[in-house]
């Protein structure tokens, strides 16, 4: 999603009003950013109920630190992916220490996860269609430029933010930006076709 300048100057008053505790403006913001950052929760967790309950949790977050947003640093959208993702992935690692927890004490007293463990525990079906959309992935990101693919493997599998990056690089911070973004778009395009 590429912004226009004017919806970032828009993006960055309403959360001027947002920081001064203005509600109004917390609710055009989440009319705003709600779809997209739901869509992103979705596709990385592959659950709605629990995509549903990580954006609460983005929202509130939001609301509580819109303090610290700094315009300077990225845009509206960006900062809200980022808090979204981070959210994800702190989902994701819970996950998978349920997962791990109820396979070790399964292992332990050999009695086999059963059906009223479904919530728990990973399907057959779930476990491959997770791993054809991962390898889709792979695919994708290896046909991507050298320079976006190594951007996005920092950021993304490296967990380095983007000043990180960029020093790692060498390369100014936003042409690290936007290869980034010019590689998660096209990663985004390849995914849906």
Not at 61 to 75: C, I, K, N, V
Not at 116 to 138: C, K, L, Q, T, W
Not at 159 to 183: C, M, N, S
């Amino acid at each position: 999603m590429i912004q226009e300048p004017s919806q970032q100057i828009a993006d960055r008053a309403i959360m001027a009003r947002v920081v001064q505790g203005d509600q109004s403006a917390f609710r055009a913001l989440y009319d705003r950013l709600a779809d997209p950052l739901y869509s992103l929760a979705c596709k990385m967790l592959g659950d709605e109920v629990e995509a549903q309950d990580a954006m609460q949790d983005v929202f509130v977050q939001m609301w509580r630190r819109a303090g610290s947003y700094d315009p300077e640093q990225s845009s509206v959208f960006t900062w809200a992916i980022l808090l979204t993702r981070s959210r994800i992935i702190d989902r994701l690692r819970a996950r998978g220490r349920r997962l791990r927890v109820v396979a070790a004490s399964a292992d332990q007293e050999d009695i086999p996860i059963t059906a009223g463990d479904a919530s728990v525990a990973e399907s057959a079906a779930d476990i491959s269609s997770r791993n054809e959309s991962a390898m889709r992935v792979r695919t994708i990101m290896a046909n991507l430029p050298a320079e976006q693919r190594e951007a996005i493997e920092l950021a993304f599998f490296g967990d380095l933010t983007h000043h990180e990056v960029a020093e790692r690089l060498g390369e100014p911070l936003g042409t690290v930006k936007a290869r980034i973004r010019r590689g998660l778009l096209k990663l985004r395009e390849r995914m849906e076709t």
